[in-house]
């Protein structure tokens, strides 16, 4: 029977995820199979942000149906049902108008699947969580930590680049894993600038299909946070926002225009963290405080 793991990726566009995804593909001397579903080539956010904005529910659907097929193909390879995964292979094509390489032999292979998505909210990575608890296979994320300058740069190179706007508006709202807050993120790793640990990442891999996921306990619903403790992380906010745009000051030759631009960026990031942040109980030490904060950032 197939050992399976979802590895669902978390970054905004030109952080490196595709790049990570070719190169797990090609890396010579792997035991298992890989299974890239590019959420690009099915559903496309990227360069129709603004369609799935203004439609209701369209994003939302369109994702559901994605996970829901996936859920379909994994299950019929766990359980070597060729008829089940024969049809949910054809439902797919029909939907997505695009093949999925899947073929008979990962029955009786380590398979990982590479959900190959921006998941910049929370709620998007925790559906995948729950599938891989309800078919018992093992999960875990790759975070890709990309300066938003760095994404904008790769983003120009690219032959078709998307809006500029929308990856401003990804980066503000990027949800980042964060287990000292949210208990049921302990299963990630963190992927800084060009370099990648695929010694690293491979253990990971392994380690998670030896550990699948079993369902959760029952955990209590955390209190909103007190009112003096969000007035400090706000003060913490405001010191990191000044921070950021010291650096971009500092770091690059930024026109007036580019500064007032990522200004507001940041307002907007710094907005939404501390939204976070407010329907938590921040339940640690005032001298962790800090570093927790900034990790949100």
Known sequence: ??????????GIPGSGKSTYCQQLVALPGRRFEVVHVCYDSYIKIDRHYDTFRDVAGLYKASRQKLSTYIEMIIHALKENDQSRLDEALFRWRQEFKHELCISSSLMHSDVV??????????SMRVEWQKIARKLSIGYFESYFDTSLSLA????????????????NRMWARLEKPCDKLYHQEHDFITINGNSIDYELIVTKIQYCFEHPQESPAVQMVAEPMEQSNVHKVDIILRKLVSKKISEAKDSMAATKQNLQSYAKVLQERKKYVLEQIRTRELDVAEEMMNNIVEDLF
């Open 1 to 10: 029977m197939a050992r399976i793991c979802l590895n669902v990726l978390v």
């Open 113 to 122: 699947f590479l959900i190959d998505d921006n998941n910049y909210y929370r």
């Open 152 to 167: 904008l740069e790769r983003n120009r190179e690219r032959a078709h680049p998307i809006g500029e706007d929308v990856i």
